[in-house]
């Protein structure tokens, strides 16, 4: 039931604990001509679709059609609907990269990104466009 009303909708779900996937998101939002919609840590569909679908938590994934994608993998396709120039070179550099390779690359940000980018106490406030798409 609940699957059938998320199952048409481009979701990311992230955490929002640093300033990289604040920025992140902020990036998209301007680049997706509104594509995306959006679920933090403190939504219900982020938390069953965490609870109920996948197995750790990431700091960024991408629901769309049933499925749910993580690591390089969810940044691939989020990065695929934005349009400029930046997205798509890195879309196809990640593309071209073993799948070995990115998830490394995005499990090590990931464990340092705190460090690097400082913690958020809270979510992204959320603010114009980012208000409007969240679920």
Known sequence: MFDEMIDNQHLILYDGDCMLCNNFLKYVVLHDNG???LADQNSKKFNYLIKY??????????YSEGKIYSQSKAISKILSHCNNLASKIAYWIIQLTP????DFFY????????MIYGINNSCLVPTGEIQKRLL
């Open 107 to 114: 499990d090590t940000v990931a464990e340092y990104r705190r």
């Open 35 to 37: 594509y995306f919609k």
């Open 53 to 62: 679908r996948v197995k750790g938590k990431e700091s960024i994934y991408y």
């Open 99 to 102: 799948r070995f390779i990115g």
